[in-house]
Protein backbone atom coordinates (compact mmCIF):
# COMPACT_ATOMS: atom_id res chain seq x y z
CA UNK A 1 0.00 0.00 0.00
CA UNK A 2 1.55 3.05 -0.93
CA UNK A 3 2.32 5.76 1.85
CA UNK A 4 1.11 9.34 1.73
CA UNK A 5 3.65 12.17 1.33
CA UNK A 6 3.29 13.05 5.60
CA UNK A 7 3.45 9.02 6.45
CA UNK A 8 6.95 8.79 4.12
CA UNK A 9 8.65 11.51 5.44
CA UNK A 10 7.11 13.85 8.23
CA UNK A 11 10.03 16.36 7.79
CA UNK A 12 11.58 17.35 4.74
CA UNK A 13 14.42 19.55 4.27
CA UNK A 14 16.15 21.66 1.24
CA UNK A 15 19.08 23.18 0.92
CA UNK A 16 19.82 25.72 -2.03
CA UNK A 17 23.77 26.16 -2.90
CA UNK A 18 23.37 29.55 -4.22
CA UNK A 19 26.39 32.00 -5.67
CA UNK A 20 25.60 34.24 -2.96
CA UNK A 21 24.07 32.47 -0.14
CA UNK A 22 23.72 29.19 1.72
CA UNK A 23 19.83 29.03 2.18
CA UNK A 24 17.60 25.95 3.86
CA UNK A 25 14.37 24.89 5.31
CA UNK A 26 12.90 22.43 7.27
CA UNK A 27 9.34 21.54 7.03
CA UNK A 28 6.66 19.42 8.66
CA UNK A 29 4.33 17.85 5.54
CA UNK A 30 0.71 18.26 7.02
CA UNK A 31 -2.10 17.41 4.35
CA UNK A 32 0.01 18.06 1.57
CA UNK A 33 0.95 21.54 2.32
CA UNK A 34 3.93 22.68 3.56
CA UNK A 35 4.47 23.81 7.39
CA UNK A 36 8.00 25.43 8.04
CA UNK A 37 9.46 25.00 11.03
CA UNK A 38 13.39 26.30 10.22
CA UNK A 39 14.70 28.95 7.88
CA UNK A 40 18.47 29.54 7.72
CA UNK A 41 20.29 31.16 5.21
CA UNK A 42 24.01 32.25 5.15
CA UNK A 43 25.88 34.60 2.62
CA UNK A 44 29.04 32.57 1.67
CA UNK A 45 29.40 34.43 -2.40
CA UNK A 46 30.88 31.47 -3.92
CA UNK A 47 30.92 32.74 -6.85
CA UNK A 48 33.21 35.42 -5.51
CA UNK A 49 35.95 32.44 -5.34
CA UNK A 50 35.57 31.92 -9.13
CA UNK A 51 38.69 32.69 -10.72
CA UNK A 52 39.83 33.18 -14.23
CA UNK A 53 39.57 29.64 -15.43
CA UNK A 54 36.82 28.97 -13.81
CA UNK A 55 37.64 27.04 -10.72
CA UNK A 56 36.65 27.49 -7.09
CA UNK A 57 39.10 28.75 -4.97
CA UNK A 58 40.01 27.00 -1.26
CA UNK A 59 38.67 29.95 0.46
CA UNK A 60 34.99 29.89 -1.00
CA UNK A 61 34.75 26.26 -0.60
CA UNK A 62 35.74 26.67 3.00
CA UNK A 63 33.21 29.22 3.25
CA UNK A 64 30.30 27.07 1.56
CA UNK A 65 30.90 23.76 3.45
CA UNK A 66 31.72 25.60 6.59
CA UNK A 67 28.27 26.59 6.67
CA UNK A 68 27.03 23.37 5.19
CA UNK A 69 28.70 21.55 8.31
CA UNK A 70 26.42 23.86 10.26
CA UNK A 71 22.91 22.59 8.30
CA UNK A 72 24.12 18.99 8.87
CA UNK A 73 23.35 19.09 12.44
CA UNK A 74 19.56 20.19 11.37
CA UNK A 75 19.19 17.38 9.32
CA UNK A 76 20.68 14.88 10.95
CA UNK A 77 19.08 11.69 10.82
CA UNK A 78 16.27 12.17 8.42
CA UNK A 79 16.22 9.50 6.08
CA UNK A 80 17.32 9.63 1.88
CA UNK A 81 14.52 10.64 -0.02
CA UNK A 82 13.62 13.03 2.68
CA UNK A 83 16.57 15.60 2.18
CA UNK A 84 17.18 17.57 -1.43
CA UNK A 85 20.16 19.76 -2.32
CA UNK A 86 20.51 21.31 -4.99
CA UNK A 87 23.19 23.72 -6.10
CA UNK A 88 22.79 26.77 -9.15
CA UNK A 89 24.81 28.81 -11.19
CA UNK A 90 28.49 28.95 -9.05
CA UNK A 91 28.60 24.87 -9.36
CA UNK A 92 27.36 25.17 -12.55
CA UNK A 93 30.38 27.20 -13.84
CA UNK A 94 32.92 25.80 -11.29
CA UNK A 95 35.45 23.52 -13.91
CA UNK A 96 36.29 21.85 -10.21
CA UNK A 97 32.47 21.39 -8.93
CA UNK A 98 33.02 17.38 -7.99
CA UNK A 99 35.71 18.76 -5.46
CA UNK A 100 33.02 20.77 -3.46
CA UNK A 101 30.33 18.31 -3.84
CA UNK A 102 32.19 15.27 -2.64
CA UNK A 103 33.30 17.37 0.39
CA UNK A 104 29.69 18.85 0.90
CA UNK A 105 28.03 14.98 0.37
CA UNK A 106 30.34 13.79 3.24
CA UNK A 107 29.23 15.93 5.33
CA UNK A 108 25.64 16.00 4.79
CA UNK A 109 24.94 12.55 3.74
CA UNK A 110 22.83 12.96 0.56
CA UNK A 111 23.16 13.67 -2.72
CA UNK A 112 24.27 17.42 -4.33
CA UNK A 113 22.76 17.81 -7.28
CA UNK A 114 23.83 20.54 -10.09
CA UNK A 115 20.46 21.75 -11.58
CA UNK A 116 20.68 23.41 -15.04
CA UNK A 117 19.06 27.59 -15.32
CA UNK A 118 16.04 26.42 -16.91
CA UNK A 119 15.00 23.95 -14.18
CA UNK A 120 16.70 26.19 -11.45
CA UNK A 121 13.70 28.55 -13.09
CA UNK A 122 10.89 25.87 -13.09
CA UNK A 123 11.96 25.36 -9.00
CA UNK A 124 11.85 28.91 -8.09
CA UNK A 125 8.19 29.59 -10.15
CA UNK A 126 7.06 26.68 -8.16
CA UNK A 127 7.83 28.52 -4.81
CA UNK A 128 6.48 31.59 -5.83
CA UNK A 129 3.25 29.98 -7.02
CA UNK A 130 2.71 28.62 -3.63
CA UNK A 131 3.36 31.27 -1.87
CA UNK A 132 1.22 33.36 -2.99
CA UNK A 133 -2.79 33.67 -3.98
CA UNK A 134 -3.56 31.65 -6.91
CA UNK A 135 -4.08 34.80 -9.45
CA UNK A 136 -5.87 35.30 -13.16
CA UNK A 137 -3.70 35.03 -16.07
CA UNK A 138 -0.02 34.54 -16.50
CA UNK A 139 2.41 35.90 -14.04
CA UNK A 140 5.98 36.76 -14.46
CA UNK A 141 8.60 36.21 -12.02
CA UNK A 142 11.97 37.19 -11.69
CA UNK A 143 14.59 35.87 -9.21
CA UNK A 144 18.24 37.60 -9.54
CA UNK A 145 20.68 35.21 -8.09
CA UNK A 146 24.59 35.83 -7.29
CA UNK A 147 25.54 34.59 -10.72
CA UNK A 148 22.49 34.45 -12.63
CA UNK A 149 19.01 35.79 -13.05
CA UNK A 150 15.82 33.80 -14.01
CA UNK A 151 12.68 34.94 -15.89
CA UNK A 152 9.67 32.42 -15.78
CA UNK A 153 6.16 33.36 -17.31
CA UNK A 154 3.67 30.58 -15.72
CA UNK A 155 0.05 29.81 -14.66
CA UNK A 156 -1.15 28.68 -11.78
CA UNK A 157 1.80 26.12 -10.86
CA UNK A 158 3.07 25.62 -14.58
CA UNK A 159 5.72 27.67 -15.78
CA UNK A 160 5.23 28.63 -19.86
CA UNK A 161 8.57 30.12 -20.13
CA UNK A 162 11.82 29.55 -18.66
CA UNK A 163 15.14 31.36 -19.32
CA UNK A 164 18.15 31.52 -17.32
CA UNK A 165 20.99 34.43 -17.99
CA UNK A 166 24.45 34.53 -16.79
CA UNK A 167 23.97 38.08 -14.88
CA UNK A 168 23.83 38.13 -10.62
CA UNK A 169 24.48 40.61 -7.99
CA UNK A 170 27.94 38.88 -6.65
CA UNK A 171 28.99 38.26 -10.61
CA UNK A 172 28.55 41.82 -12.08
CA UNK A 173 30.13 43.11 -8.95
CA UNK A 174 32.80 41.34 -9.33
CA UNK A 175 32.85 42.34 -12.99
CA UNK A 176 32.07 45.81 -12.49
CA UNK A 177 33.01 47.12 -9.31
CA UNK A 178 35.90 45.36 -8.61
CA UNK A 179 38.12 48.14 -6.66
CA UNK A 180 35.19 49.09 -4.66
CA UNK A 181 34.78 52.38 -6.81
CA UNK A 182 31.52 53.80 -7.54
CA UNK A 183 30.42 55.32 -10.82
CA UNK A 184 27.64 56.35 -13.03
CA UNK A 185 29.64 55.01 -15.74
CA UNK A 186 30.54 51.82 -14.18
CA UNK A 187 26.90 51.34 -13.38
CA UNK A 188 25.92 52.39 -16.99
CA UNK A 189 28.03 49.11 -17.93
CA UNK A 190 26.22 46.74 -15.22
CA UNK A 191 23.00 48.04 -16.84
CA UNK A 192 24.11 47.68 -20.70
CA UNK A 193 25.49 44.46 -20.24
CA UNK A 194 22.46 43.05 -18.40
CA UNK A 195 20.45 44.95 -21.49
CA UNK A 196 22.67 43.14 -24.13
CA UNK A 197 21.69 39.78 -21.69
CA UNK A 198 18.32 40.11 -21.77
CA UNK A 199 17.64 40.93 -26.09
CA UNK A 200 17.82 37.33 -26.67
CA UNK A 201 14.69 36.77 -25.31
CA UNK A 202 12.73 39.79 -24.82
CA UNK A 203 10.31 39.91 -27.60
CA UNK A 204 9.05 36.20 -26.59
CA UNK A 205 8.34 37.45 -22.90
CA UNK A 206 6.47 40.16 -24.52
CA UNK A 207 4.70 38.28 -27.33
CA UNK A 208 3.22 35.72 -24.39
CA UNK A 209 2.41 38.60 -21.93
CA UNK A 210 1.54 38.54 -18.02
CA UNK A 211 -0.60 40.02 -15.77
CA UNK A 212 1.46 40.49 -12.61
CA UNK A 213 5.54 40.80 -11.86
CA UNK A 214 6.88 38.77 -9.16
CA UNK A 215 10.26 39.20 -7.86
CA UNK A 216 11.48 36.26 -5.76
CA UNK A 217 15.22 36.71 -4.69
CA UNK A 218 17.06 37.80 -1.89
CA UNK A 219 18.06 41.38 -3.89
CA UNK A 220 14.87 42.24 -4.94
CA UNK A 221 13.19 41.85 -1.61
CA UNK A 222 16.34 44.36 -0.59
CA UNK A 223 15.19 46.40 -3.10
CA UNK A 224 11.64 46.88 -2.24
CA UNK A 225 12.67 47.35 1.39
CA UNK A 226 15.04 50.40 0.61
CA UNK A 227 12.46 52.33 -1.60
CA UNK A 228 10.15 51.44 1.15
CA UNK A 229 12.38 52.67 3.95
CA UNK A 230 13.14 55.96 1.99
CA UNK A 231 8.87 56.95 1.37
CA UNK A 232 8.80 56.09 -1.67
CA UNK A 233 6.00 53.43 -1.78
CA UNK A 234 4.83 50.57 0.52
CA UNK A 235 6.97 48.37 -1.29
CA UNK A 236 5.94 47.79 -4.47
CA UNK A 237 8.97 48.32 -6.65
CA UNK A 238 7.75 51.20 -9.94
CA UNK A 239 10.35 52.78 -12.17
CA UNK A 240 9.94 55.99 -10.18
CA UNK A 241 11.17 54.10 -7.20
CA UNK A 242 14.15 52.13 -8.86
CA UNK A 243 15.08 55.98 -10.34
CA UNK A 244 15.04 57.07 -7.10
CA UNK A 245 16.96 54.43 -5.27
CA UNK A 246 20.03 54.31 -7.97
CA UNK A 247 20.62 58.62 -7.39
CA UNK A 248 20.87 57.61 -4.05
CA UNK A 249 23.39 54.96 -4.79
CA UNK A 250 25.55 56.89 -7.00
CA UNK A 251 25.62 59.74 -4.85
CA UNK A 252 28.48 57.57 -3.05
CA UNK A 253 31.21 57.04 -4.21
CA UNK A 254 32.68 54.14 -2.79
CA UNK A 255 30.83 50.36 -2.16
CA UNK A 256 31.94 50.32 1.24
CA UNK A 257 30.48 53.48 1.93
CA UNK A 258 26.68 52.72 1.15
CA UNK A 259 24.58 52.87 4.03
CA UNK A 260 20.55 52.35 2.76
CA UNK A 261 18.39 52.33 5.16
CA UNK A 262 16.20 49.31 4.68
CA UNK A 263 19.42 46.75 3.57
CA UNK A 264 21.31 44.59 5.87
CA UNK A 265 25.09 45.26 5.81
CA UNK A 266 25.66 42.42 4.06
CA UNK A 267 23.91 43.10 1.20
CA UNK A 268 24.95 46.62 0.80
CA UNK A 269 28.04 46.25 -1.39
CA UNK A 270 25.89 44.10 -4.33
CA UNK A 271 22.61 45.99 -4.01
CA UNK A 272 24.09 48.44 -7.28
CA UNK A 273 24.72 45.44 -9.13
CA UNK A 274 21.56 43.77 -8.75
CA UNK A 275 20.12 47.39 -9.16
CA UNK A 276 21.14 47.67 -12.74
CA UNK A 277 20.00 43.97 -13.56
CA UNK A 278 16.47 44.61 -12.29
CA UNK A 279 16.33 48.25 -14.06
CA UNK A 280 17.56 47.06 -17.41
CA UNK A 281 14.88 44.12 -16.54
CA UNK A 282 12.14 47.22 -16.11
CA UNK A 283 13.32 48.67 -19.27
CA UNK A 284 13.58 46.25 -21.19
CA UNK A 285 10.07 44.14 -20.45
CA UNK A 286 8.37 47.07 -19.64
CA UNK A 287 7.31 46.35 -15.95
CA UNK A 288 5.41 49.09 -14.45
CA UNK A 289 5.48 47.22 -10.98
CA UNK A 290 6.81 44.32 -9.16
CA UNK A 291 5.59 42.55 -6.06
CA UNK A 292 7.90 40.59 -3.82
CA UNK A 293 7.07 36.76 -2.98
CA UNK A 294 9.06 35.14 -0.28
CA UNK A 295 8.88 32.02 -1.81
CA UNK A 296 11.82 31.15 -3.62
CA UNK A 297 14.03 27.91 -4.82
CA UNK A 298 13.83 26.13 -1.60
CA UNK A 299 10.17 26.00 -1.29
CA UNK A 300 10.00 24.92 -4.58
CA UNK A 301 12.11 22.19 -4.03
CA UNK A 302 10.12 21.34 -1.09
CA UNK A 303 6.74 21.28 -2.93
CA UNK A 304 8.50 19.15 -6.09
CA UNK A 305 9.33 16.68 -3.45
CA UNK A 306 5.54 16.34 -2.75
CA UNK A 307 4.80 15.82 -5.87
CA UNK A 308 6.82 13.34 -6.34
CA UNK A 309 5.68 11.04 -3.24
CA UNK A 310 2.50 11.98 -4.60
CA UNK A 311 3.28 10.51 -8.04
CA UNK A 312 2.86 13.54 -9.28
CA UNK A 313 6.29 13.53 -10.84
CA UNK A 314 7.51 16.40 -13.39
CA UNK A 315 10.16 13.97 -14.47
CA UNK A 316 7.57 11.45 -16.46
CA UNK A 317 5.59 14.38 -17.66
CA UNK A 318 8.49 16.12 -19.16
CA UNK A 319 9.71 12.53 -20.91
CA UNK A 320 6.26 12.09 -22.23
CA UNK A 321 6.67 15.41 -24.13
CA UNK A 322 9.79 14.59 -25.35
CA UNK A 323 8.87 11.21 -26.78
CA UNK A 324 5.79 12.50 -28.06
CA UNK A 325 8.24 14.99 -30.59
CA UNK A 326 10.97 12.59 -31.03
CA UNK A 327 7.99 10.02 -32.62
CA UNK A 328 8.86 7.42 -29.97
CA UNK A 329 6.76 4.10 -30.77
CA UNK A 330 5.20 4.02 -27.77
CA UNK A 331 4.08 0.46 -28.18
CA UNK A 332 7.28 -0.64 -28.39
CA UNK A 333 8.76 1.72 -25.57
CA UNK A 334 5.86 0.39 -23.41
CA UNK A 335 6.86 -3.56 -24.19
CA UNK A 336 10.84 -2.80 -23.39
CA UNK A 337 9.50 -0.70 -20.11
CA UNK A 338 7.96 -4.04 -18.75
CA UNK A 339 10.12 -6.74 -19.98
CA UNK A 340 13.56 -4.88 -18.50
CA UNK A 341 11.69 -4.29 -15.17
CA UNK A 342 10.26 -7.80 -14.92
CA UNK A 343 14.25 -8.72 -15.51
CA UNK A 344 15.07 -6.33 -12.97
CA UNK A 345 13.30 -7.69 -10.21
CA UNK A 346 15.28 -11.28 -10.65
CA UNK A 347 18.84 -9.80 -10.88
CA UNK A 348 17.73 -6.77 -8.70
CA UNK A 349 19.34 -8.92 -5.31
CA UNK A 350 22.41 -10.45 -6.58
CA UNK A 351 24.01 -7.51 -8.83
CA UNK A 352 22.76 -4.93 -5.79
CA UNK A 353 19.58 -2.87 -7.63
CA UNK A 354 17.57 -2.27 -5.15
CA UNK A 355 17.70 1.05 -4.72
CA UNK A 356 14.54 3.05 -6.21
CA UNK A 357 16.06 5.14 -8.44
CA UNK A 358 17.58 1.79 -10.14
CA UNK A 359 14.14 0.94 -11.00
CA UNK A 360 13.30 4.68 -12.16
CA UNK A 361 16.36 5.22 -14.42
CA UNK A 362 16.02 1.93 -16.03
CA UNK A 363 12.05 3.08 -16.34
CA UNK A 364 12.99 6.22 -18.28
CA UNK A 365 16.04 4.59 -20.27
CA UNK A 366 13.49 1.61 -21.67
CA UNK A 367 10.87 4.66 -22.68
CA UNK A 368 13.57 7.09 -24.59
CA UNK A 369 15.71 4.48 -25.42
CA UNK A 370 14.95 5.55 -29.63
CA UNK A 371 14.69 8.92 -29.12
CA UNK A 372 17.76 9.14 -31.30
CA UNK A 373 15.89 7.53 -34.54
CA UNK A 374 13.79 11.16 -35.08
CA UNK A 375 17.63 12.18 -36.06
CA UNK A 376 19.16 8.95 -38.19
CA UNK A 377 19.10 5.47 -37.80
CA UNK A 378 23.11 4.96 -38.15
CA UNK A 379 24.45 5.39 -34.62
CA UNK A 380 21.08 6.96 -33.11
CA UNK A 381 21.81 5.35 -29.37
CA UNK A 382 24.58 8.37 -29.63
CA UNK A 383 22.29 10.66 -31.01
CA UNK A 384 19.74 9.87 -28.36
CA UNK A 385 22.24 9.94 -25.62
CA UNK A 386 23.52 13.61 -26.94
CA UNK A 387 19.50 15.17 -26.74
CA UNK A 388 19.19 13.54 -23.21
CA UNK A 389 22.48 14.82 -22.04
CA UNK A 390 22.06 18.09 -23.32
CA UNK A 391 18.46 19.48 -23.19
CA UNK A 392 16.98 21.12 -21.17
CA UNK A 393 14.47 18.28 -19.22
CA UNK A 394 12.58 19.46 -16.38
CA UNK A 395 12.73 17.68 -13.13
CA UNK A 396 15.93 16.47 -14.17
CA UNK A 397 19.29 17.56 -12.33
CA UNK A 398 22.64 17.26 -14.38
CA UNK A 399 23.50 14.21 -13.08
CA UNK A 400 20.05 11.71 -13.70
CA UNK A 401 20.83 13.16 -17.25
CA UNK A 402 24.08 12.67 -17.56
CA UNK A 403 23.49 8.21 -16.32
CA UNK A 404 19.92 8.18 -18.48
CA UNK A 405 22.34 9.46 -21.02
CA UNK A 406 24.97 6.99 -20.81
CA UNK A 407 22.43 4.45 -20.35
CA UNK A 408 20.76 5.05 -24.02
CA UNK A 409 23.84 5.30 -24.94
CA UNK A 410 25.35 1.99 -24.23
CA UNK A 411 21.89 0.29 -24.89
CA UNK A 412 23.01 -1.44 -27.78
CA UNK A 413 26.96 -2.25 -29.76
CA UNK A 414 29.96 -1.31 -27.39
CA UNK A 415 29.37 -0.32 -24.01
CA UNK A 416 31.75 2.23 -23.36
CA UNK A 417 33.14 1.33 -19.94
CA UNK A 418 35.74 4.28 -19.60
CA UNK A 419 32.53 6.29 -19.48
CA UNK A 420 30.56 4.22 -17.15
CA UNK A 421 33.44 4.30 -14.33
CA UNK A 422 33.49 8.26 -14.66
CA UNK A 423 30.40 7.49 -11.70
CA UNK A 424 32.69 5.56 -9.50
CA UNK A 425 31.33 2.61 -7.30
CA UNK A 426 28.10 3.77 -9.05
CA UNK A 427 29.88 2.99 -12.69
CA UNK A 428 29.24 -1.15 -12.58
CA UNK A 429 25.98 -0.96 -10.91
CA UNK A 430 25.38 1.43 -14.24
CA UNK A 431 26.49 -1.43 -16.40
CA UNK A 432 24.81 -3.91 -15.15
CA UNK A 433 21.29 -1.38 -15.68
CA UNK A 434 22.90 -1.10 -18.95
CA UNK A 435 22.72 -5.22 -19.38
CA UNK A 436 19.06 -5.68 -18.22
CA UNK A 437 18.05 -2.89 -20.85
CA UNK A 438 20.37 -4.18 -23.85
CA UNK A 439 18.22 -7.70 -22.90
CA UNK A 440 15.07 -6.33 -22.75
CA UNK A 441 15.60 -4.78 -26.42
CA UNK A 442 16.87 -7.77 -27.58
CA UNK A 443 14.09 -9.88 -26.44
CA UNK A 444 11.78 -7.32 -28.03
CA UNK A 445 13.50 -7.16 -31.52
CA UNK A 446 10.42 -8.79 -33.51
CA UNK A 447 8.16 -5.38 -32.83
CA UNK A 448 5.13 -6.88 -30.80
CA UNK A 449 3.99 -9.34 -33.78
CA UNK A 450 5.38 -12.85 -31.64
CA UNK A 451 3.85 -14.45 -28.67
CA UNK A 452 7.27 -14.24 -26.13
CA UNK A 453 7.64 -16.78 -23.52
CA UNK A 454 7.92 -16.85 -19.59
CA UNK A 455 11.77 -16.67 -19.44
CA UNK A 456 13.91 -17.03 -15.81
CA UNK A 457 16.83 -14.82 -15.12
CA UNK A 458 20.08 -15.81 -12.96
CA UNK A 459 22.19 -13.45 -12.51
CA UNK A 460 26.34 -13.97 -11.27
CA UNK A 461 28.73 -11.33 -9.79
CA UNK A 462 30.03 -11.46 -13.67
CA UNK A 463 27.39 -13.27 -15.40
CA UNK A 464 23.87 -13.40 -16.82
CA UNK A 465 21.69 -16.58 -17.60
CA UNK A 466 18.60 -16.07 -19.78
CA UNK A 467 16.81 -19.74 -19.42
CA UNK A 468 13.52 -20.33 -22.13
CA UNK A 469 11.28 -23.04 -22.30
CA UNK A 470 12.83 -25.96 -23.57
CA UNK A 471 12.83 -26.19 -27.24
CA UNK A 472 11.98 -22.44 -27.93
CA UNK A 473 15.41 -21.03 -28.63
CA UNK A 474 16.21 -23.43 -31.30
CA UNK A 475 12.74 -22.95 -32.93
CA UNK A 476 13.62 -19.34 -32.95
CA UNK A 477 17.23 -18.77 -34.84
CA UNK A 478 16.69 -15.14 -34.71
CA UNK A 479 16.32 -14.62 -30.86
CA UNK A 480 19.10 -17.29 -30.73
CA UNK A 481 21.44 -15.28 -32.89
CA UNK A 482 20.82 -12.34 -31.33
CA UNK A 483 21.88 -13.43 -27.83
CA UNK A 484 24.81 -15.56 -29.65
CA UNK A 485 25.85 -11.60 -30.96
CA UNK A 486 24.85 -10.24 -27.21
CA UNK A 487 27.45 -12.55 -25.78
CA UNK A 488 30.08 -10.93 -27.61
CA UNK A 489 29.66 -8.05 -26.98
CA UNK A 490 29.02 -8.36 -23.39
CA UNK A 491 32.64 -10.56 -23.34
CA UNK A 492 34.13 -7.38 -23.90
CA UNK A 493 33.24 -6.24 -20.66
CA UNK A 494 33.72 -9.08 -18.92
CA UNK A 495 30.21 -10.11 -18.47
CA UNK A 496 29.12 -13.53 -19.50
CA UNK A 497 25.52 -14.21 -20.97
CA UNK A 498 24.23 -17.13 -22.06
CA UNK A 499 20.63 -18.72 -23.25
CA UNK A 500 19.23 -22.02 -22.78
Keep these: MPHTPAEAFPLIAAIDIGSNSIHMVLARVDQGEIRLLERLGEKVQLAAGLDEQRNLDEAAMTRGLDCLRRFAQLIQGLPQGAVRVVATNALREARNRAVFIRRAEELLGHQVEVVSGREEARLIHLGVSHSLPVAEGKRLVVDIGGGS ?53 EQAVRRLGWNEAVGSSGTIRAISLAIQAGGQGNGEITPAGLAWLKRKILKCDNLAELAIDGVKADRQAILPAGLAILE ?30 SHEDVRERTLSALMERCHVDLEQAARVETKALSILAQVAEPWGLNDDWHRELLSWGAKVHEIGLDIAHYHYHKHGSYILEHADLAGFSRLDQQMLALLVRGHRRNIPVERFAEFGEEGERLVRLCIVLRFAILFHHIRGTQEMPEVQFHAGPRSLEAVFP ?24 GYRLSGR
Design 149 to 201: TEFIIGERFESLLRESQQMGCVSYSKRFFADGKLSLARYAQAYTSARLELMSF
Design 280 to 309: ATFDALEIQSMIHAEGALREGVLYDMIGRQ
Design 470 to 493: AGWLAANPLTEADIEAEAQWLARV
